[in-house]
């Protein structure tokens, strides 16, 4: 008979597997909820460690989530941030009562190549290989559209319901650079003419993008800035990093619970 | 202070009309200067003054006679045409002019300097290359003469908050405020329509995204007006039904009410965007700027909702 397979031997095989060095110094990909004792029954990967994907994936038969954020709403997921709040014990709570264990991966998945999030959100948007310029660049050089029917587009394929856009939408485009999450790339680059990505800052930051758009528009430099939402942008490569632990974890049954979008928009 | 401003000083020292102590001698008598507003705006305001702060002159000359002010949450290059068409050469402004906190008229180094085809650790650094929007916005301001000081840090120390009372008054709710427009008990509606009437009263097209049921009640609203992080958001929900904030990080606030909702927790969230939720602050600004400043002509300038939306 054979060993149960425990936490503690999921995440030894996620780093025997990475193809590059544990990062000791990450304080994101840490376990998050239980420890390396518990006894797996089924493995989930997620976007987002909701309370709601946590029951979805009770419902599925699994206790161990490898989610890509936080799960206590910040990001070093530091708790005396959040313990006062009525909302913490009982998404605690609900995890004790269902021996649950979470181990986020977040530097590594992005350290990792190919990086799953761009391979997903490239997958879900229907960004072919053929039009990335280099391997990995993340940088598509699409038949021309414009920035109306491209943004119609991925709103439909990844049915974003608050997608957001700056720009002309008659704006020709072809140069696309995709980001994920809050990586987004910075839209003045000379070599793109739209960017893609998750979420960003909106002004004060190193680069205000609506604002550079609404000048540029003004000024007629074609630019534009598809805003798909942060869960929106990285959940597809919960899939592939799902598809990634299954080929080493064949004791257990392993899937993806997706996060879905949080957010709904007024019409 | 940029380097028109050096340049008008140094023609105007060589013409042997100013020194530096007595620059403001030379102007015609009873002319009002950029930092003679400003100095105004810090004596009047209420707020101690920090050292350390975004509010500063961004672009022009703070010694110019100023003709006309205009009050803005953007000082985008469309307000800026708008600002000259009125006669005003002073812009007010709640965001930076260029692009970035450190809101200089060239870009920063890019963050991520990716030459296509090469690897991004290969690209050389691509610091200070030519961006024809920065250049385009900052021949504009030369060529008529703009002088753009930034207003944030301190307008919204002022009490009561102003971004907040200005969301307030457009939003019919300034009745019932009862003291703090951060915390407002306002006649029970629904979430869905509330969002409608926030929508229609701040004229936005894409920006708005909400968390919660449609058909919640709600009574009780936090007004947070700019960027908000988790501690405010989680200081505000408790008490209220809904949080009507500019822009949060999603990994924080997004998620903690998504949290609190599946919970059981009857709250919402209205995100209506950064820019957005300070136009009306900045509409107050140019009120109160009136009032202080009545030699010159003040006028607030909207900037349209930034995003749209397609259809599904």
Known sequence: MTDPLTAGEVVARIKKNLGFPWRESSRRDTFKFGGPDTVVKGIATTMFCSYDALRRAVEAGCNMIIPHEDTFWNDPDDISVVSADPSYQPKVDFLRQHDMVIFRIHDHMHAQRPDFTYVGLARALGLESRYETAPQSHHFTLPETTLGELAANFQKRLNDKAIRVVGDPKCKVSRLQLGVGYATPDINSPDVDVVVSGEQQESDGTL???????????????????????????????????QWIKSFTPEVPVQLVPSNEPFWAPK | MHSISRRRFVSLAAAGVVTAPTALKALPAGSLTAQDVVDRIKKNLGVEWKADSVDTFKAGDPSAAVTGIVTTALASLDVLAQAVKVGANMIVTS??????????????????????????????????????????????IRKHNLIVWRFSDHWRQRTPDPFAQGLANVLGWSKSAGGDPRQLTIPQTSLEALVSHVKQSLKSRGGIRVVGDPKLRVGKVAILPGSTPIQASLKALPGVDTILAGEVREWESVEYVRDTVDLGGKKSLVLVGRIVSEEPGMQLCATWLKTIVPEVKTTWVAVPDPYWRPTL
Not at chain 1, 224 to 229: N, Q, V
């Open chain 1, 208 to 242: 205000d993008s609506p604002a550079y758009v609404l000048d540029a528009t003004t000024l007629g430099v074609p630019k534009g800035w598809i805003m798909l939402g942060h869960c929106v942008s990285e959940q597809q490569g919960m899939l592939e990093m799902a």
């Open chain 2, 95 to 140: 965001e930076p002019t260029f692009f970035a906190r450190a809101d200089t008229p060239t870009p920063a180094p890019r963050r991520f300097p990716r030459t296509a085809g090469a690897a991004p650790d290969a690209a050389p650094p691509t610091a200070r290359s030519p961006d024809p929007v920065f250049s385009g916005k900052d021949e504009f």
